[in-house]
């Protein structure tokens, strides 16, 4: 019987511009995640990219990544009368150091039952890495509650992408069995953060390999807060989710003067597999003219 905000954010546009910003609830790329050292080759040249994760290139770059530049909204009405909006920008050649003239869209609509969907698309006029996410930050309790540890997750992913000291994959995709990332079964965040605590992650900040078709619009996790009764479900055509249990999160102050502590929220980021363009054997992130990137995430909202 009670009704909450379960995303984290701010009041007004100068929270988004601020440091206390930290990707809440943006669009991130035009690479989200992480690619090695700031560079990669293609077609024979190096780009070299912002270095905003030393010693690696994170979420786009760090003046004009796609979460710091102002996009252009269009409000519709959809089949059955789903109200939605569409964002577009246009990713300039070279902005951020990447190849290419980029045209973006994003699509987010509200369809009966409580589902909102996120529908991705960009066309390139030069290859390039594309690999596009929303970074939310959820806590079914309630912005601005404590913790996100009381929060229990399920995926379907029995195997994950390990990283190395700098959260760069090493190319290897393993079992989760053992592992503090086997959510194949519903389990409390906070049962096994303690196992990757005291790693360079400081917590959860790993992809999952999930299971299906990529591709294919299916469901691969659901978040549920017990003591609310509330709960996520996710669907995606993605390959791959990241877990992050907020562990940069520093007590800023965000809507309504609620304060965001460390590890109050997770983003389930769905995206294809982090420095994916320097591993061949992972899904392909490069887009070539006269292709369309098309991602769709789907989030549906009970309560018990």
């Not at 003046?63 to 009368?81: C, F, I, T, Y």
């Not at 902005?95 to 369809?111: C, D, I, Q, R, S």
Request: contains cysteine; negative net charge.
């Amino acid at each position: 019987g009670f009704v909450a905000d379960v995303v984290l954010g701010f009041d007004d546009v100068s929270g988004y511009q601020s440091d206390r910003n930290q990707y809440f609830g943006c669009t991130t790329g035009r690479v989200c995640n992480r690619i090695a050292n700031g560079e990669f080759t293609l077609d024979g040249y190096n780009y070299v990219l912002a270095t905003n994760n030393e010693p690696n290139h994170l979420h786009g770059g760090a003046e004009r990544s796609l979460d710091k530049v102002r996009w252009q909204a269009s409000p519709s009405v959809g089949a059955g009368g789903a109200p939605s909006v569409r964002f577009t920008y246009l990713s300039r050649d070279g902005e951020e150091g990447y190849p290419g003239n980029l045209e973006v869209a994003v699509t987010y609509t509200l369809h009966e039952g409580n589902c909102l969907s996120i529908e991705f698309e960009a066309t390139t006029d030069k290859r390039t890495p594309v690999n596009l996410t929303n970074h939310a930050y959820w806590n079914l309790a309630g912005a601005g509650a404590d913790t996100v540890l009381d929060h229990e997750l399920q995926v379907d992913a029995s195997h994950y992408t390990p990283n190395d000291a700098t959260l760069i994959p090493t190319g290897e995709v393993a079992p989760v069995l053992g592992t503090a990332l086997d959510f194949r079964t519903p389990i409390d965040l906070g049962v096994q953060l303690h196992l990757v605590a005291d790693t360079p992650a400081l917590g959860f900040d790993h992809n999952l390999v999930l299971d299906g078709d990529a591709g294919t619009l299916r469901r691969v996790a659901e978040l549920r807060h017990q003591g609310t009764g509330r709960s996520m479900t996710i669907e995606t055509t993605e390959p791959g989710l990241q877990v992050y249990s907020g562990n940069y999160l520093f007590g800023q102050a965000g809507k309504g003067g609620a304060t965001y502590p460390q590890r109050s929220a997770v983003c389930l980021e769905t995206q294809h597999f982090p420095d994916a363009i320097h591993h061949a054997n992972f899904p392909n992130t490069l887009l070539e003219p006269g292709q369309t990137f098309r991602s769709t995430t789907r989030l549906t909202f009970a309560a018990e």
